[in-house]
């Protein structure tokens, strides 16, 4: 073989080469294509399902919140409530020692030796008292007496509105 002819076959083979190259690396860009477009296909179904369990779940959590939220309220109220009716009967029965249709009495030991009282033990045919010897309160300190109980319903409907809030809050 002459040497022009062993060129031209040698760049013959070359260029076979060269274009079988292509012809595969064309083949696989295809493959790899369809693959990947596969695999966009499945992540972007796998995001959607991760994403509709993240709306679904802040739904629920909303859905929890705003349960919370009306039980909370309807409590409040019932707080409410229940101070105002406290505060309406403690300002009846105020009023009432104030203006003298209600006295305040405490009930006497008469068996204390140390009690200098001579009240009689039992009541006189013209009273209504029934019971033990009692003695009737200055309505200053009724009026005082009065205004402690009424400090202490307060605090116990705050205490028990607390304990319910609690409540609520830990069933959730």
């Not at 229940?82 to 105020?94: C, G, H, I, V």
């Not at 009930?107 to 019971?131: E, K, N």
């Amino acid at each position: 073989m002459n040497p022009a002819a062993l060129k031209m076959s040698v760049v013959a083979v070359l260029v076979m080469l060269l274009i079988t190259a292509g012809g595969v690396w064309q083949v696989q860009g295809w493959r790899y294509g369809k693959q990947l477009a596969e695999q966009a296909g499945l992540h972007k179904d796998d995001l959607t399902a991760i994403s509709n369990a993240a709306a679904a779940q802040v739904r629920a959590d909303q859905d929890k919140r705003l349960a919370l939220e009306q039980r909370l309220s309807t409590s409040d109220q019932t707080h409410y409530k229940e101070l105002s009716d406290a505060q309406a009967n403690q300002a009846r029965l105020r009023d009432s020692l104030a203006t003298s249709e209600l006295r305040l009495s405490v009930l006497l030991d008469a068996t204390d030796p140390a009690s200098s009282c001579t009240v009689p033990a039992s009541t006189g045919a013209g009273g209504m008292v029934h019971g033990g010897a009692r003695a009737r309160l200055d309505p200053a300190h009724a009026q005082r007496i009065i205004g402690i109980t009424h400090d202490g319903d307060q605090g116990l409907i705050a205490l028990a509105a607390c304990q319910a809030y609690v409540r609520q809050l830990s069933s959730d």
